[in-house]
């Protein structure tokens, strides 16, 4: 995926075009976003542009180091947002916090 292009499943699309969502966590493959560039996101499901965001920065975090402030981020609770990451990511504890600001 290119670095000016991001893909969120289809259920996270309201809560980032709300502003509840604002930060997504993420694995080594997608560490390269540049604080301050824009990127424009699609669903993953369809490939449905939806939005443009800013990254505000890319953070590495340990999945032990996932906090109740994360989880209020991902709009979430802690044990939602670890059993999601789990899923979404099952072989690695090596991540990453994209912080991100919702354009249009
Ligand atoms: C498509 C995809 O990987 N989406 C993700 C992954 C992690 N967090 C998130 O918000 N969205």
Redesign the pocket.
């Known amino acids: 995926m290119s670095l000016s292009e991001m893909?969120?499943?289809e259920r996270?699309e309201a809560d980032i075009l709300s502003g509840k969502?604002t930060i997504?966590?993420?694995d080594a493959s997608e560490k390269d976003y540049a604080p301050g560039s824009c990127v424009q996101v699609s669903t993953?499901e369809d490939n449905r542009r939806f939005c443009q965001l800013r990254i505000d920065s890319v953070t590495a975090l340990e999945f032990e180091q996932l906090s109740e402030r994360h989880a209020e981020q991902?709009n979430m609770t802690l044990p939602q947002l670890k059993a999601?990451?789990r899923d979404?990511?099952p072989n690695t504890d090596s991540l990453y916090v994209v912080a991100f600001q919702l354009v249009n």
């Open positions: 893909t969120f499943f996270f969502k997504t966590i993420r993953f991902e999601v990451i979404i990511y």
